[in-house]
């Protein structure tokens, strides 16, 4: 098995530089993400590493090889590409597709060996296009068109399988579907892998490491625990609104402006559907009282109008009801999610109390 070596990579269109400086080493049984903001470059550095670009400056070697100084038989025997565009075919089947996978090996007649037609059926079974066998490629969906050129691009049995957006246009079954299937090709054939996703749960999920692109540079670096955490994701995207929650990988809306008119009682996840219910309905909150490591505390800091808290590991002290009680004064309403208490929590059962002497409590 192979990796794969940029150095000092430049990668544009013709006179064009997109991307400059980019440097990286994809190991055999590894997953190189790259994310970053649209027009960042990563597809352009991709379509570079793969040979369907030259390179504007610096070196990509396959193995102890310069990538673009191979024959194109001997690089599509090493390299797979898997690119969102369409494919324009005529006349052929999704088997025809995936068999094309099989060109570098087979002679100038294309004829596919036994051998071949049993990569083809086995790589057409890991992606589930088998029922598509005989059915004309134009005529799919474009989730099936996705897993058939995965099927083709696993046909050629590479040792590096760059892929560019893979998850587009899949339901989220099929998304989990592949991303597991390359996680298997990975452990069980060490293929080494890069490729560019925008949905940043998946590839904190699935990356040994990120490489996030900012204005056609290498911004930053890192295991995916490294790149989610401190706030990064949001100064790598240059978000404006809303804000990011690196424990759950995912965005979250701006919080309703103006005073809380509601107080949600939560805490274990309890409150997390109530927070985001409000958020739509553009009605401001008051969130509490919650332990800092609280299931529901993130989603909280980013959607309610105030939070009231106490450390993590901490029990909810007098201090904290009487702040939360004259939070709760101020509020027409009082939702309580949580259904459980305990010694650390009890506490809150005054603000119960409270809201139901009040009248308040819906």
Not at 67 to 75: I, K, Y
Request: hydrophobic content about 40%.
């Amino acid at each position: 098995m192979m990796q794969l070596v940029a150095r000092s990579l430049a990668a544009g269109y013709r006179r064009h530089l997109v991307c400059d400086g980019i440097s990286f080493t994809v190991e055999p049984g590894k997953i190189l993400t790259l994310i970053g903001p649209n027009g960042a470059g990563k597809s352009t550095i991709l379509k570079t590493i793969a040979a369907q670009l030259p390179p504007l400056g610096g070196t990509v070697l396959l193995g102890d090889r310069v990538l673009h100084e191979m024959p194109e038989p001997a690089v599509a025997r090493e390299l797979s590409l898997f690119l969102t565009t369409r494919l324009h075919t005529e006349l052929m089947t999704c088997r025809d597709v995936v068999e094309s996978g099989r060109y570098p090996y087979t002679g100038r007649l294309g004829i596919l060996s036994a051998h071949d037609h049993e990569v083809v059926e086995e790589a057409m079974a890991l992606t589930h296009v088998t029922d598509l066998a005989r059915q004309d490629f134009t005529c799919i969906s474009d989730g099936q068109r996705q897993r058939v050129m995965l099927a083709r691009a696993i046909a050629q049995e590479p040792s590096v399988l760059v892929l560019d957006e893979p998850t587009s246009y899949l339901d989220i079954r099929h998304k989990l579907e592949l991303l597991t299937l390359i996680k298997q090709l990975v452990r069980e054939r060490r293929t080494a892998v890069i490729l560019s996703l925008h949905e940043l749960e998946l590839a904190e999920r699935i990356s040994d490491r990120l490489l996030c692109i900012r204005d056609g540079r290498i911004d930053r670096t890192g295991t995916p625990e490294e790149i989610f955490a401190g706030g990064y994701i949001a100064s790598l995207y240059g978000m404006t609104q809303g804000s990011f929650n690196a424990l759950y990988g995912v965005p979250e809306l701006s919080p309703p402006a103006g005073l809380p008119e509601i107080f949600v009682l939560g805490g274990g996840g309890s409150g997390i559907p109530v927070y985001r219910r409000l958020q739509r309905e553009g009605r401001p909150f008051a969130a509490g009282i919650l332990p800092e490591n609280d299931l529901d505390y993130p989603v909280a800091r980013a959607l309610a109008a105030q939070v009231i808290s106490v450390p993590a590991f901490s029990t909810v002290d007098g201090a904290a009801v009487e702040k939360a009680l004259a939070v709760m004064q101020q509020c027409s309403e009082v939702i309580v999610c949580c259904k459980a208490y305990g010694t650390v929590n009890a506490a809150c059962k005054r603000l119960i109390e409270a809201a139901e002497q009040g009248g308040k409590l819906c």
